[in-house]
Every structure is written in C-alpha cells, then in structure tokens.
C-alpha cells in the first residue's frame, strides 16, 4: 500500500514531480562538478608548475662526480613521476684562452624538463653545441665551428644552435654528454629531478635518496616548491569558498522548489488525515518520496556532473578531469538530507492546521 | 489601480515574497561575489606568483661571461663591467614604476676567510633597503624579490657591517649565528644562517656598501635583479620594438609585458641590458591564464546555479497563486493584464533583491578577499547596472514559464480548487 502510494504521487501530477527532480539532478550536477574539479585541480596545476622545471637536486659533496650508478638509483626512486637529468660541469679554455664553462647532458631530456629554453635549433649530431647567446658571442661570433681545450685535450665543435634564458645558462656551452665524456672524462656532478607530487611526497622522495646516495647532496630547490605551494594553495582556498557558494546556491534552489511542491499538496495531506492516517505515517510518507527524489536525483546528477568537471578539464587544461568516485557517497547522502529537510518542514508547519480548513480551500 | 494591485499583493502576501525575495538576493548575491572574484583573480594571482621570485635581470652592457659552478664564481674579481649604485632608484621612476614590486642589486666577490687558503665567495646586496627618488621612499632588497630566502638569526642591517652565512657554508666552517668571523682581515660579526635551497647556501651574504669597500670599488654592482608585474606574453609582445611605428610603438610600450618593461629598464640605467628571466616570465603567463580559465568556468557555474534557484522560487511563487488568477479572470482581466501584474511583480522582486543581493556579494567577495589573499578586492561600481538588468533577466526568464501555465489555467478549475 505504501509503496503504490509512492507510485502513484511520482506518476500522477507528474510535470511538478519532474521539475523537483530536474532541479535535484541539477544541484547535484553543480556539486559534483564542483567536488570534482576541487579534488582534481591540484594534479591538473601541479602539472603546469612542472614547467617551471627542476624542483629537487642531486649534487656530489663538495664538488666531486656523483657515483656511476646515481642516475638509475634516482630513475627507480622516480618511478615514472618525474624526470632526472645529469649535468656535468668543466671550465674550459677557447683557443685564445678564454675561460667558458661547458655543461654535458641529456639534450633531449633537457628540452623535457626547461621547456621555457628558447633554443633556434637543437643539435642531433655528434660535434653538435648549442650555445648560450652570451657564450655563443665569445667564442663563434659569426657561427664558425670552434676549439675548446680542456686539460690539454682539444675539441672541434659545430655552433647547432643558440640558447635564450636571461639566466646564468646564456654564459654555457652545452654538448651531449657522451661527447663531453669522450673528451673529457668528467663524470655527471649534478642530477636536476623535475618530480610531480605533494610536498609530503618530495619530502619522503629526498629522504630516499639521501638515503640510497649517501656520497651526494639531495637538496629541494625552496624557490620553487614554496612559491608553488602558495599559489596551489590560494587558488584551491579561492574554488573551495567558490564551490561552497554554489553548492549552497544549489541546494537553496532544491529546498524551494520542494517546498512548493510539498505545500502544493496539502490537500493530499489533508486527505489522509481525514482518512485516519497517522501523523507519523504521513510524514514517513512524505519523506519516503523526498528521500526517493534525492537517491534518484543525486545518481543522475552525478552522471552529468562528471561530464560537466571532464569538459571544464578539456577547455581549460587540455585533459580531462579524472572521475572521482569517492565523492559520491557524499553527493547522495547531500542530496538525501536536502530532499528530506525540505519535505518535513511543510509537514511541519502543516501539522498545526486542521485537514477540515485545508480541505475547504483555506 | 494596477499600482494598487501590485502594492496590495506585495502588502498582503508577506511570506511569499519573502521567499523568492531571499532566493534573488542570495543568488545574486552569489553572482556578484563570483563575478568580483573572477575579475580580480588575475592580478591576485599574478602577485602570488611573484613569490616565484625575479622575473628580470640587468646586466653590464659589457659584460663578460659568467664562470661559475655550482654558484662558486671562477672569474678573477677584477674582470667585467659593472652597473652604477647610484642609477638603480630611476628604476622606480619608470612609466611602470608600479609594476615594479622590488628590486635587488648583487656584487658578487670572492674573498679570503679566516686565513683559509680557499677562497669563498662573499654577494653583497641590499636586504630591506630604503631609499628615495624624488619625495618617494621605497624599500627594496632581496627580502621582497626572494621570498624563499630563510634566516635563523636576524637579517643585518644594510648600513652595519654584519652578515650572513650560508647554512652548507656555516657548517663547513662550525659557525652560528652570533659568532664572529674574519672576512678580508677584517672581524664581521654573523647576524644570522640563511638557507635558500640553492647557490647562496655556500656562500656570505653582505650588504653592497661593505662588499664595495671590501672590492674597492664604490658604487659598484654586478646585476640587478628586478621583480615586476607583467602581462601574459602574447603574438604582439615578441615583436621586435624597432620595427614597430607610431601607434603600435606606444601600443607596445605602455603594455606591461615583461619585453618592454626589460626595455624601460635598459632606457632608465645607463649602459645596461636588461633581459625577462624564462623561466620565471614565461611559465607565469601559463600558470595566469588556466587559474583565470578556471576561475571563469566556475563563474559560469555559479551564475548558473543562481539563475536557476532565482527561476525555482518564482516559479513556485507564481504556481500557488493560480487560484487567484482564476478569480481575476473570472472577474473579467485579460490575459495581458494578468501577466503584466505578475511581471510587475517581479521587477519589483528582482531590483529590491538585486539590491540587497549586490551589497551583500560586495561583502561576501571582501572577506574572500581578506581571508583568502590578505588584500581587497574591489568591486567596479559598474557592476551593479550589470547585475541589476541580469536579476530581472533572469526573474523574467524564471517566472515566465510559470505565469504562461497560470494565465493559461481555466479560471473554473481554479476556483473550485483543483490543481
């Protein structure tokens, strides 16, 4: 009997039943996305911040070579979530004995991890530099293929490109490091990790390693990480009230529109009243049906609210934002309590009138 | 009699204009916070970024290379060019002086220690500096434009002759702060250990009057580095200023981008070279522009989510009044004098809960603001037209509906009481 009274209320009068459902699946939609987008944005930021390149590094105690097994030991601790670069450093001498320091590395890893390098040309062959614009004016200032003395070993190197950064790197030469290593023989003293993750998470990563390295220095590089997390965290605080306002919007539109419906029908409630029910019967009744409204209205509207988070993603960071299903449970027992409140506090302010006085129209 | 209508039906009818009357006021008042919010989050943004430390650099025109290692200079002292002290405040007196958040000169030397036959390099720089251009008075130093910068002790003073002593530096030579050290033959007393994660952990850092008497060069500094807020680079701000004419020269000259802020610097201190630091100034374009993406998006949202809880409660409004409609038509009303009544309704809903709504979003949005960045935002007064014409937009939009279904009704049914 219960259940075909909840039956026949949704299938009678049903354009007022589906506009309380359509603004259930809309507040919960806005909830989701917004849950959504609050939970993802930090793994969508963090990624852009990764363009600022390096945030933690490697360097041998008081200048010496790292040791031969730093980078593997480092790409394992990584594992996939970031990006470690070696870097060698000498002074060597241009052939009217000036003083220019050049840098081995992995080119093409560099390209990765400073992408904000504005290179003219990448060198691709063996020989190949690519100087800094300041480096490149000292020692081919025409372009012309050049020598380098270190220690009595003598290189002929071919300018690939020029390299722009309004740093410290403009003054640098830059070779491959197998060529750096062929002439040379200087090994990799310093390993820059560019690595996604939280705070406590690059904490833990330092730790790793200072502990499987310990010849080495593993430092976070402050400039970086702190500004980062400010920013994070002033905008996550920004979407939290953001979210917050809208929710709270959302949840306002449900509650008078199921308000109006329950008023709406007062005559129902008279009826059953008239009809013997008890009070606790009707307002079981009636919160039944809202609690059904809010379970329905939370699993379509997370549905949409999903697709909404995942297209603000697309737009804005060219990704989609990753459902997140642990904030469903939150959604449905949101909308189930909304639902409820606004279905018992008419029955409320109901209980006081006399069915008779309902019943003639007053 | 319309006017009486209307005002007998707002005087009559107290708690249902009360509830769509608070559904306006807080769904505008909603909008109108997001909307302040989204405004402003650039430059908020944009001056949090900042922390990111320098964005530009000024170098000697002349200069030669840099040869260092690991932030240990490997060039002998007496090589290169160097900048004038005495020109750096021009920089606050640039077109974009505004802009300009702080600056901090540097005066790397290398310098002997406690008779140690190594040499240490010692950087002299300003770090809270106050100085004057003009009636101005500005301070200026690294403690603004390297916010990463941490000491334990006390920043020195930069007219004393105290330092401070990388944290690597410090406990390679077993010092702390308060102790004494000999610098140059000369007893300095360390104010404090800083720690920055980067060069500067291994090296003295001095205020610039005692690096250049310890050089012997007064007035000397090797490079500035300059903290400015810039604009996004876009197609127009790589353009080369030389090929620009006119209008487009102008254009380009007075946008804060941080080419031609490098451009007015290299105009105000004399034989320099100014250049944007990549990695600082370009990543923050790209960092700008998806919080302000986001941010906008999320507008979006909650102008929506308002719009429709402001149409939800007019529409219940209106639907609990077709008894009523019943009644006026039977008497003889049209249709059209009908809606006109509710229409008048709820323009007068819409301008008295815009209102109110306006007011409290101003409010809502200052203490976003506050607790949130620490700063104000501000609302454009222009605003308030805007969001006034939105609320009854969207009133309209949310009523109309409802008030075609109420016209539409058989004024029998109604009145006998059949919904």
């Given amino acids: ?362 | 009699m319309f006017g009486r209508l209307v005002y007998e039906s707002f005087r009559r009818q107290k708690r249902r204009k009360l509830l769509a009357g608070i559904a306006i006021t807080l769904g505008v008042g909603v909008a109108t916070a997001m909307l302040a919010v989204a405004t402003d989050i650039g430059n908020k943004i944009s001056r949090e970024l900042r922390t990111y430390g320098a964005n530009l650099i000024v170098t000697p025109q002349e200069d030669t290379l840099d040869v260092q290692i690991g932030g240990v200079d490997l060039k002998p002292p007496s090589d290169g060019a160097y900048l004038n002290e005495a020109d750096l405040p021009k920089i606050k007196g640039m077109f974009w002086r505004n802009n300009i958040v702080g600056f901090a000169p540097m005066l790397p030397i290398s310098v002997r220690v406690n008779s140690d036959a190594k040499n240490f390099t010692l950087l002299g720089t300003y770090f809270s500096k106050r100085l004057t251009l003009g009636k101005e008075d500005f301070v200026t130093g690294v403690r603004i434009t390297h916010p990463w910068w941490k000491v334990q002790g006390a920043w020195p003073d930069d007219n004393s002759s105290d330092v401070l002593l990388g944290e690597s530096l410090a406990a390679k030579l077993g010092r702390k702060a308060g102790d004494d050290i000999e610098i140059a033959a000369q007893t300095h007393h360390i104010a404090g250990i800083l720690s920055t994660g980067g060069a500067e952990d291994n090296q003295i850092i001095a205020p610039l009057a005692l690096t250049q008497q310890i050089l012997g060069k007064p007035g000397a500094v090797r490079r500035v580095y300059v903290s400015a807020l810039t604009k996004p680079e876009d197609a127009f701000a790589r353009r080369d200023p030389q090929t620009l004419r006119g209008a487009e020269y102008d254009r380009w000259y007075c946008s804060p981008y941080a080419a031609s802020i490098a451009f007015q610097l290299q105009e105000a201190i004399p034989h320099s070279h100014a250049e944007q630091i990549r990695q600082i100034a370009q990543n923050e374009g790209t960092v700008l522009s998806r919080i302000k993406g986001l941010m906008l998006l999320v507008t979006l949202a909650a102008l929506f989510a308002s719009a429709l809880a402001v149409s939800a409660a007019m529409a219940t409004a209106i639907f609990e009044r077709r008894a009523e409609v019943g009644l006026m038509k039977a008497l003889g009303a049209g249709s059209l004098s009908v809606a006109a009544l509710f229409f008048a309704e709820a323009l007068l809903l819409a301008l008295i809960g815009g209102a109110l709504g306006f007011t409290g979003g101003a409010l809502l949005a200052h203490q976003i603001g506050r607790s949130i960045f620490d700063s104000q935002i501000t609302i454009e007064p222009v605003l308030f037209p805007v969001i006034l014409a939105i609320a009854v937009i969207v009133t309209f939009a949310g009523s109309a509906m409802a008030i075609r279904r109420a016209v539409k009704f058989d004024p029998v049914y109604a009145l006998r009481g059949e919904a």
Avoid at chain 1, 68 to 96: E, M, N
Avoid at chain 1, 156 to 167: D, F, I, S
Avoid at chain 1, 200 to 217: G, R, W
Avoid at chain 1, 355 to 362: D, K, S, T, V
Wanted: hydrophobic share 50%.
């Fill in chain 1, 1 to 362: 009997m219960f259940l075909r009274m909840l039956m026949r209320a949704a299938t009678l009068r049903r354009g007022r039943a589906a506009s309380a459902l359509l603004a259930m699946v809309v507040a919960a939609a806005v909830a989701t996305a917004m849950l959504n987008l609050y939970v993802d944005v930090q793994a969508k930021l963090r990624k852009e911040f990764r363009n600022y390149g390096a945030n933690v590094v490697v360097i041998g105690k008081d200048g010496q070579a790292l040791p031969a097994d730093a980078l593997p030991k480092v790409d394992s601790a990584l594992a996939g979530h970031g990006l470690a670069v070696p870097f060698a450093y000498i002074v060597a001498r241009t052939s009217d004995g000036q003083s220019v320091v050049v840098s081995g590395t992995n080119l093409d890893q560099v390209r990765k991890l400073d992408s904000w390098w504005s290179v003219t040309a990448w060198p691709n062959t063996s020989q190949d530099a690519l100087l800094g614009t300041r480096a490149a004016a000292v020692v081919s200032p025409q372009g012309k293929p050049f020598d380098l003395s270190f220690q009595g070993h003598t290189i002929h190197l071919n300018p690939a490109g020029t390299l722009r950064t309004g740093a410290s790197e403009d003054s640098l030469i830059y070779l491959s490091l197998t060529d750096f290593e062929n002439w040379t023989g200087v090994q990799p003293s310093t390993i820059e990790i560019a690595f996604s993750g939280s705070s406590e998470e690059i904490a833990a990563l330092i730790q790793m390693l200072s502990q499987t390295l310990p010849t080495t220095d593993v430092r976070p590089i402050r400039q970086i990480m702190e500004a980062e997390a400010r920013v994070l965290g002033k905008t996550r605080a920004t979407l939290a009230a953001a979210a917050i306002l809208i929710i709270a919007t959302a949840a306002l539109c449900v509650l008078s529109t199921l308000i109006g419906w329950v008023f709406d029908r007062r005559r129902d409630f008279a009826i059953m009243k008239a009809l013997g029910a008890s009070e606790g019967l009707i307002t079981g009744f009636f919160a039944a049906e809202a609690a059904a409204l809010g379970a329905v209205g939370a699993i379509g509207g997370f549905g949409i609210g999903v697709g909404v988070a995942a297209w603000i993603g697309r737009v804005n960071f060219h990704a989609p934002v990753v459902p997140r299903f642990n904030i469903l449970p939150a959604v449905f027992v949101g909308s189930i309590a909304v639902a409820l409140i606004s279905a018992v506090l008419p029955i409320f302010l109901l209980r006081r009138v006399q069915p008779a006085m309902i019943l003639r129209g007053e």
